[in-house]
T-cell receptor, first 116, second 111 residues
């Protein structure tokens, strides 16, 4: 149990376009999901916390208008990178916390975004 | 000072060796401690989850937490080439669920 999927696994887009990444908890309900960004050989950087049915909480320095997060159901959160630029190229990973559990977070496989 | 410090490695050991991975943290409010394994280009996989001080064993893996010294460890017995990955420690102060990660230690187990 506790499987999290992400789609797409890899995306290449042109500068100025928007890209949507989906994060799904497949076999459990997740009231809270998290979005991270990871640069090569670096640790995970939390971008935002997404709570079902409410606005996401963004970490300091993360532009909420650029990284739109929607958590419309207990099993799905989406991250939209708007007007993507080459510096947005990164590995984006989501995680989900099982509803009612403490702090165990289960991670998705990640999405590699390349902006040309 | 980072809240969680972890030696990035790389750490290279021969197959069968006992591996010791460590992290230190600065915030005494941290109560929950986790170890994740991350293979290249994949998402992290939860290995061990502990609350407060003490030891926890799961197969070849043992997690130790010493809150008095703010030191957490992961031991891997009988290491295998398939254990080659980056190991990330993570902490949290409560049910708020926000995790603070170390930078990760890259482990290479050689034949």
């Amino acid at each position: 149990g506790a499987v999290v999927s992400q789609h797409p696994s890899r995306v290449i887009c042109k500068s100025g376009t928007s890209v949507k990444i989906e994060c799904r908890s497949l076999d459990f309900q997740a009231t809270t999901m998290f979005w991270y960004r990871q640069f090569p050989k670096q640790s995970l950087m939390l971008m935002a916390t997404s709570n079902e049915g409410s606005k996401a909480t963004y970490e300091q320095g993360v532009e909420k208008d650029k990284f739109l997060i929607n958590h419309a159901s207990l099993t799905l959160s989406t991250l939209t990178v708007t007007s993507a630029h080459p510096e947005d190229s990164s590995f984006y990973i989501c995680s989900a916390k099982r509803t009612g559990s403490y702090n165990e977070q289960f991670f998705g496989p990640g999405t590699r975004l390349t902006v040309l | 000072q980072k809240e969680v410090e972890q030696d990035p490695g790389p750490l290279s050991v021969p197959e069968g060796a006992i591996v010791s991975l460590n992290c230190t943290y600065s915030n005494s409010a941290f109560q929950y401690f986790m170890w994740y394994r991350q293979y290249s280009r994949k998402g992290p996989e939860l290995l061990m989850y502990t609350y407060s001080s003490g030891n926890k064993e799961d197969g070849r893996f043992t997690a130790q937490v010493d809150k008095s010294s703010k030191y957490i460890s992961l031991f891997i017995r009988d290491s295998q080439p398939s254990d080659s990955a980056t190991y990330l420690c993570a902490t949290s102060w409560g049910t708020a669920s926000k995790l603070t990660f170390g930078t990760g230690t890259r482990l290479q187990v050689t034949l």
